[in-house]
């Protein structure tokens, strides 16, 4: 007998026929014997809805009213797998976030799970009741429900299964496991049987939106086994021995190490660069101080500096959607920053490539640089970390690059 988490993202869950096999998967598991909660998604498709229709009852709206609208989908579906689950004859209940006790921090619309009473789950457990759990969703500050950011129910997942002590956590989702890229964009790209957390969350924080970057966190804070496997292949014909999916764990237990796992990308990404700014102590101080302040998230910076020493130029990447605020603040701190011109650029892409072998190995990312100019890519800026690099391109060489990499890399299925 083991304890399971199983979580069922929003395709899995997309209509009622999908609903009833979603429950085939959860009876399969009940059937052999193991302790079962449920964590779902809304319907796909529908945290969107709820979202538009939040920005046009107004565009600047109550967070906590925000949080109210959109974590109703997962409430819905919470409702439906309960009953279907009781139709096909097993004992099964919904829980919302502020059922459990999921408590959160104050941050509505990203907030942080900061405790879960997984006491009530586990005498369900006990009673052999299937908990089906609403996912994004938790209580924050003051009693007032808290989402946690798109893609949450995957932390929901992980933070369910530490809290009750699951010997596993299935992420049900569209795709039958982690690949080396999106498969979306990169039809040779080949499913991982095992990624280590160090690289899931690099893969995660940089772009594969396949499980919400904060889960893979938890799930490594807490050495939670997460396997990502497809609600999509017959529930009943999945056999039990036969695993299919992949397994994301500990370094330890990846005995066959790559150089490259896998490559990822973030669209909309966007550059700004100041021209000619003094070269002395605090300028990047007097740039980077009013970004933070105002939220905006800087990610790769590159500074080169004039042939006296005296000037240097300034470029930094954000978000598409941050420019304008950006160059507003930037403007508003020009005598004090005493750049002459500054310039933006929307429409990049960043590439990124990962691997825990690039501790070990040099020259893993000349072979990337190589690679991109004989195709006549333009790399605008490069980061490196001890394991994984970037580049930042123009978007429309994004497929492009992803595939030359992925082929250079030796990813691509045999
Ligand atoms: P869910 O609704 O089940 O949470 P998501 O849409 O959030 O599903 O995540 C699954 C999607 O993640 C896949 O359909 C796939 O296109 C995308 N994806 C991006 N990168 C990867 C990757 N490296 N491996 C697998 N899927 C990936
Ligand atoms: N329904 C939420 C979203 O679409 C949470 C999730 O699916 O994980 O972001
Ligand atoms: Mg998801």
Redesign the pocket.
């Known amino acids: 007998m083991a304890r399971i988490v199983m979580k069922f ?2 395709t899995s869950v997309a209509d009622i026929d999908k609903i009833r096999n979603v429950a085939q998967h959860v009876k399969r598991e009940v059937d052999a014997g193991h302790q079962v909660a449920v964590v779902v ?2 319907m796909s498709g ?3 809805e709820l979202v538009s229709w939040a920005r046009q009852a107004a565009p600047i709206h109550d967070a906590r009213e925000y949080d109210t609208i959109v974590s109703s ?2 409430q819905v579906t919470a409702g439906l797998l309960a009953i279907v689950l009781q139709s096909i004859g097993i004992d099964a209940r919904s829980w919302l976030g502020w059922q459990i006790q999921v408590t959160t921090d104050s941050a509505h619309g990203a907030a942080r799970i900061e405790n879960i009473d997984g006491e009530q789950i586990v005498e369900r457990f006990i009673i052999g009741q299937v908990a089906v759990i609403a ?2 969703q938790g209580i924050g500050p003051g009693n007032r429900i808290a989402t946690l950011g ?5 932390t929901s997942a992980v933070a369910i299964a530490a809290a009750v002590k699951a010997d596993r956590c299935d992420i049900y989702t569209d795709v039958d496991g982690v690949y080396t890229t999106d498969p979306r964009i990169e039809p040779k790209a080949s499913r991982l049987i095992k990624v280590s957390f160090e690289e899931m969350l690099e893969m995660a924080s940089l772009g594969a939106k396949v499980l ?1 970057v904060r889960s893979v966190e938890m799930a490594m804070v807490n050495n939670v086994r997460l396997f990502v496997r497809s609600s999509f292949e017959d529930p009943l014909a999945i056999n039990q021995n036969r695993f299919t999916g992949t397994l994301i764990c500990s370094e330890e237990e990846i005995l066959e190490k790559q150089v490259v796992t896998g490559i990822a990308y973030t669209m909309d990404e966007a550059q700004i660069s100041l021209r000619r700014v003094p070269d002395v102590p605090g300028v990047s101080a007097a740039i980077f101080g009013p970004m933070a302040d105002n939220h905006i998230n800087v990610d790769m910076i590159v500074q080169s500096i004039s042939e006296d020493g005296s000037r240097t130029d300034m470029t930094f990447t954000l978000p598409d959607g941050d420019v304008e605020k950006a160059m507003a603040v930037l403007d508003d701190a020009r005598n004090e920053i005493g750049y002459e011109i500054i310039q933006s650029e929307k429409g990049l892409v960043k590439v990124s490539v990962i691997g825990i072998g690039m501790r070990s190995h040099a020259g893993v990312a000349s072979t990337a640089f190589t690679a991109l100019a004989a195709k006549g890519i333009n790399i605008r800026a490069i980061t490196t970390s001890e394991i994984k690099f970037s580049v930042l391109i123009d978007a429309d060489y994004s497929e492009l690059a992803v595939r030359t990499l992925h082929q250079k890399y030796g990813l691509d299925s045999k």
């Open positions: 993202g929003g998604s809304a529908k945290t969107n989908g997962e996912g994004f798109r893609g949450g129910s995957d919400q």
